[in-house]
């Protein structure tokens, strides 16, 4: 592939951050992270695992609770802010993308589309989490259920569960994009300086997967937290 | 000293799937477009009541968008053996927490002894 | 195995390349980390002792006389945490496996050295957090943390300690990760899987374990904190919740954990058995793929530790046989020792004595662990003094016995000094004979119905418990003395040669200490890990 590097500076960047003492070959360095950061990603979903794993006992246990808990959050929200997401894993697909054919404005410009939908993300997020605050559904604070008609939700006692399992993964799931924006910045300003083309695009890679990965948990965190018995139909 | 005739062995120039292939854009946009009618498909599944299944419909959705971002996004379609049984792994430890915790609560009352 | 005869002893090794308390501090180099390491160790495993000699104290009498029973709480709390988590965990991976794992493949670091420095700086962190939960009064719940008492009643610090955990827990998590990638991807040409060091397959399995279960202990003492904070009912009955869900997310990580603690204990003594019977380990694919075995398969046990919880009494069953099942490759590595030894030219060497002890130790240790797997036998046995001798058996007289033998087998290499035989044999034995005196009367109390964690016990076991107490202070004698020839062969040791024992794997090949970047040309390696011929067999004086 053509190197498309315009700034000469940009050059001696890639030269110098290449190959490190310890590592014999570029190829082998640049495998040896990948592989090194895939095993991250491993613990990272048994990290969200054991979360799961609370969820289906006490989804188990407490159905009604769940559902009706479920009913409480929005579900057009949840659709639309899964499709931003969606966009965002898209716009860093490509931002990798172009990093690996040094297409420098294209590499800067897909990394602030993610940067820019990932925030919107975390933005409806917290308009939800908000929201859940003014109607009393955060366990611990004037903790209160109830439904649209203003009616106690079904089985209410067990509620806090669901929400405080909806705070927990949504806000380890928040917390892992937080982090993430803050390393696109990084990116975004190396970037900028012409520090990745075909000879070294790693970081851009790699943090393509830990984005990627993020995307994967809130594609099981929106239906097991929006969509539990959306249909209205008695039992 | 030793063992170490000049003998140039490759264990560290052992072939790793196409780490290189630069993978074309409209793969990523049509698993893009996948992804978003899925989203859409499963949002309107749940509000049909299918009893019992609508669980089992959001999960297989979910499955479904979670392996396309895996392979075409992350790339595993095109990686080493190496990242596919990584990554393996992962999904198969996380099967054994869930399954082998839920076989207790599962079975628990079975003898219709409180507790037990 | 031929040894050359190497130029004179390079004069700038890894230790005096660059002076100064930051060349320490900022250093990438494997081995000052592994260095770093030890030194975290070891002051920790002196301050768990600290607390094993309370405990001690107190039960050396049937009355609660010594301290009162929440103060009781705190010490077998803080020595399990310490124990566990500060000393065991870490102990073989980041001191030895850091030190030898590049040198034994011929590799020039690990994959990450700037993440392997930040895993010792995690870890002092981490016990940090830990230190200053003593500082304010420490924590009472057992090291195991079990709801509802951790949740709602306890006065210690339990937030604190589970954040301590959880950061330390994130610097096993990381070695783990270096360990896996500079294994698969950083060995020198030629070295094929089957060709490597069983002590790199043992710290491979090691490794797996620590990526695939520690993060499970971190969320559960996440949920943990914010159960203790919020009141929210994860483990709450009160709120619905499930006190044994705990338990099944504690232990899914620690019982994997045990085999964190043993797997490279197990790889260290198969290379001292090994290097001091002269012949190479008797089927090594047995022992590299029993390694992986016992990773696995520790996966799927963990309900042993729940017998009498409240779990299903089905799954209980299946865990039950699960766990004799696992048994079976750590049986099978006793027999490969044992074979290994079998018709090899033995010297009775420090390292071997600690190795050998290790074996009698641990196949003790591991079968009273199946007198605790069978469901009947845990009723009874389960809370009591028998669990504590199961477990120390492993863990002291496994794992740490492992410890101290790797330590005294790699000195010469790691700071290219020989420490005085007779002491260390001294000690080895001392170690043996305290550990066994500590320990085995508490297989006898615990039959005998003594429960764990009561500072006060009826008058008929006072004399199993003085006995044990007498045991734990020669023990300690002999933890102290190696402390003290250790260090003191430092300055007044004489030099070792590069291959004292006569070893065959690749880090006895270069200098002792090594050079900074281990090997001044990249090793090609052309045959299996251990090859000796009778003619070979070096004696050292």
Redesign the interface.
């Given at each position: 592939?053509a190197s498309q590097v315009v700034n000469p500076q940009g050059a001696a960047l890639q030269q110098d951050s290449a190959l490190q003492?310890?590592?014999?070959?570029a190829?082998?360095q640049?495998?040896?992270s990948?592989?090194?950061m895939?095993?991250?990603?491993?613990?990272?979903?048994?990290?969200?695992?054991?979360?799961?794993?609370?969820y289906?006992?006490?989804r188990?246990?407490?159905p009604a609770?769940f559902a009706a808990a479920s009913n409480n959050t929005s579900?057009w929200i949840?659709?639309t802010n899964?499709?931003v997401l969606?966009?965002s894993?898209?716009t860093?697909?490509?931002a990798v993308?172009f990093a690996?054919?040094g297409k420098q404005k294209l590499i800067v410009l897909f990394l602030l589309l993610t940067l820019l939908l990932g925030s919107v993300f975390l933005g409806v997020k917290g308009y939800e989490y908000y929201d859940k605050w003014v109607k009393h559904e955060v366990?611990?604070h004037n903790f209160d259920c109830r439904d649209e008609a203003g009616k106690p939700c079904e089985d209410a006692?067990?509620t806090?569960?669901f929400f405080?399992l909806y705070f927990?993964m949504t806000g380890l799931h928040a917390t892992h994009m937080i982090v993430g924006a803050g390393i696109i910045l990084v990116l975004i300003w190396k970037a900028s300086k012409g520090a990745y083309g075909p000879a070294w695009y790693t970081p851009v890679e790699l943090f393509?997967?830990y984005w990627?990965?993020v995307?994967?948990v809130w594609?099981?965190l929106?239906?097991?937290l929006?969509?539990?018995?959306?249909?209205?139909?008695p039992k | 000293m030793a063992s170490h005739a000049a003998d140039t062995d490759t264990s560290k120039h052992s072939h790793h799937g196409g780490e290189h292939h630069i993978v074309p854009k409209r793969i990523y946009f049509a698993v893009f477009f996948a992804l978003i009618v899925l989203t859409w498909v499963t949002t309107f599944v749940s509000r049909v009541d299918l009893g019992r299944w609508n669980i089992f419909v959001a999960l297989a959705i979910a499955i479904c968008k979670a392996s396309l971002v895996v392979l075409f996004f992350m790339h595993i379609w095109y990686s080493s053996k190496l990242t596919k049984m990584i990554i393996s792994c992962a999904v198969f430890w996380l099967i054994l927490l869930l399954f082998i915790t839920m076989t207790d609560i599962w079975t628990r009352n079975l003898m219709g002894v409180p507790g037990r | 195995m031929i040894t050359a005869t190497l130029p004179e002893k390079p004069k700038k090794n890894y230790l005096n390349q660059t002076e100064g308390l930051k060349s320490w501090l900022l250093t990438h180099d494997h081995k000052r980390i592994g260095i770093l390491y030890l030194m975290g160790v070891t002051f920790f495993f002196f301050l768990g002792g600290l607390f094993a000699v309370l405990i001690r104290l107190e039960l050396a009498t049937p009355a609660g006389d010594l301290v009162e029973s929440n103060t009781y709480n705190k010490f077998f709390t803080m020595h399990g945490i310490i124990m566990v988590f500060l000393f065991l965990i870490p102990s073989i991976p980041a001191v030895l496996g850091n030190f030898l794992i590049p040198l034994m493949i011929g590799a020039k670091d690990v994959a990450f050295p700037r993440l392997n420095l930040l895993s010792w700086y995690v870890y002092m962190v981490g016990g940090l957090f830990v230190l200053t939960v003593l500082f304010f009064g420490g924590v009472d719940t057992g090291w195991t943390f079990y709801t509802p008492f951790s949740t709602s009643y306890s006065n210690g610090y339990v937030i604190a300690s589970g954040l301590g955990i959880f950061i330390a827990g994130f610097s096993s998590i990381l070695t783990g990760l270096n360990f896996i990638v500079t294994i698969h991807r950083m060995r020198a040409p030629g070295l094929t899987w089957f060709r490597l060091p069983l002590f790199v397959w043992a710290h491979y399995a090691t490794s797996m374990i620590q990526v695939l279960g520690t993060p499970i202990i971190a969320v559960t003492l996440f949920l943990l904190v914010l159960e203790r904070g919020l009141h929210i009912g994860f483990f709450d009955p009160a709120y619905g919740g499930d006190p044994v869900l705990f338990q099944h997310m504690f232990w899914f990580y620690s019982h994997p954990a045990v085999y964190i603690m043993i797997l490279p204990s197990m790889g260290v003594v198969t290379e001292i058995i090994t290097t001091f019977s002269s012949k190479k380990p008797f089927g090594y694919t047995f022992i590299a793929f029993s390694s992986v075995a016992i990773a696995v398969f520790g996966f799927i046990v963990w309900g042993h530790h729940l017998f009498v919880s409240g779990q299903s009494v089905y799954a209980g069953m299946v865990f039950s046989i699960l766990s004799y099942v696992v048994a079976i490759p750590s049986a099978i590595k006793v027999f490969n020792w044992t074979a290994t030894m079998y018709k090899g030219s033995v010297r009775l060497t420090t390292p071997m004595l600690y190795a050998m002890g290790f074996i009698g130790l641990f196949t003790i240790g591991g079968l009273t662990g199946l007198f605790l797997a069978s469901l009947g036998m845990n009723v009874h046995l389960t809370d009591t003094y028998f669990v504590i001798a199961h477990f120390h058996y492993v863990m002291v007289g496994g794992a740490i016995m492992g410890f101290l033998g790797g330590i005294h087998y790699w000195w010469p290499k790691i700071f290219g000094k020989m420490y005085n035989e007779g002491w260390s044999k001294l000690s080895a034995v001392i170690v043996f004979i305290g550990f066994n005196l500590t320990f085995f009367p508490q297989f006898l109390l615990g039959y005998m119905g003594m429960p764990r964690r009561y500072h006060a016990y009826p008058p008929e076991f006072q004399v199993l418990n003085v006995l044990s107490s007498a045991g734990a202070s020669i023990l300690g004698v002999g933890y102290l003395i190696p402390f003290c020839y250790l260090l003191w062969s430092l300055k007044y040791g004489p030099d070792a040669p590069p291959n004292p024992w006569g070893a065959a794997t690749l880090e006895w090949q270069t200098a002792s200490p090594p050079p900074t970047e281990n090997f001044p040309v990249t090793p090609v390696v052309t045959q299996d890990a251990y090859t000796y011929t009778t003619e070979e067999v070096v004696h050292v004086g």
């Open positions: 592939m003492h310890h590592f014999e070959k190829e082998q640049k495998d040896a990948t592989i090194g895939w095993v991250f990603l491993v613990t990272e979903v048994m990290f969200f695992g054991g979360m799961f794993l609370a289906f006992v006490y188990q246990w407490y609770a579900l949840g659709a899964t499709t969606i966009c894993s898209l860093m697909a490509l993308h690996s054919l366990p611990g006692a067990h806090p569960l405080a927990g393509g997967l990627h990965f995307d994967i594609i099981f929106f239906p097991l929006y969509l539990i018995d959306r249909s209205g139909a | - | -």
